[in-house]
């Protein structure tokens, strides 16, 4: 069975980073053609993609966010960790990570994690 | 990027009603298109993916068609746990993008 779940603070001033971490089971970031991937949806608007990391550490991230965005995986310890960096109000956001299935979609989600920033 | 705009943005239905779902590209996205379903609180659920493919475990009154532009979700007869916001989502080209959705209501 396969499980997603963000973890990562809930409140960040902005200009500072934000770090979020995917822990997950059921799979192997260690398997040929897996890839775990963030996606975020503002309070009340659609989703938008951020970023993906595959099994042989090949990155991907939106080029409108590529320069504030880093994506790591430790296989170790089935984690991913996304970074953005200079936090904004309209980067409040659930913050979501999933599974990638036939490249770019995805299959299994987190339960998500709602970020708000705020002085 | 591709622009994927959907409608209606919202559809009133009854249970046992069939609702019908539109998905249309700015620029050919192929079949790879998906369709996910969500309900308030929770994450995004696949649906369809490469159009008309069903993802594992989801009921057959869901049917997706289309290539191209334009593509239709389908839900033969509406059950009360049906609704909910439906988006679609290219990965044809870069970056993958989302619908704004829309929205089942009873």
């Known amino acids: 069975q396969i499980t997603l779940k963000e973890s990562g603070p809930t409140l960040v001033k902005p200009t500072q980073t934000l770090t979020l971490t995917c822990t997950f089971s059921?799979?192997?970031?260690?398997?040929?053609?897996?890839?775990v991937g963030w996606i975020r949806q503002s309070p009340g608007k659609a989703l938008e993609w951020l970023a993906l990391i595959y099994w042989d550490d090949d990155k991907r991230y939106s080029p409108f966010l590529k320069s504030r965005l880093t994506i790591t995986k430790d296989t170790s310890k089935n984690q991913v960790v996304l970074t953005m960096t200079n936090m904004d109000a309209v980067d409040t956001a659930t913050y979501y990570c999933?599974?990638?299935?036939?490249?770019?979609?995805?299959?299994?989600w987190g339960q998500g994690a709602l970020v708000t920033v705020s002085s | 990027e591709v622009v994927l705009t959907q409608s209606p943005a919202t559809l009133s239905l009854s249970p046992g009603e069939r609702a019908t779902l539109s998905c249309r590209a700015s620029?050919?996205?192929?079949?790879?298109l998906a369709w996910y379903q969500q309900k308030p609180g929770q994450a995004p659920r696949l649906l369809i993916y490469n159009a008309s493919n069903r993802a594992t475990g989801i009921p057959a009154r869901f049917s997706g068609s289309g290539s191209g532009t334009d593509f239709t979700l389908t839900i033969s007869s509406l059950e009360p746990e049906d609704f909910a916001v439906y988006y679609c989502?290219?990965?044809?080209?870069?970056?993958?993008?989302f619908g704004p959705g829309t929205k089942v209501e009873i």
């Open positions: 989502q290219q990965r044809s080209n870069w970056p993958p993008t």
């Open positions: 620029q050919s996205v192929s079949s790879f």
């Open positions: 059921g799979f192997s970031l260690r398997s040929s053609g897996v890839g």
């Open positions: 999933a599974h990638s299935f036939r490249g770019y979609f995805f299959d299994y």
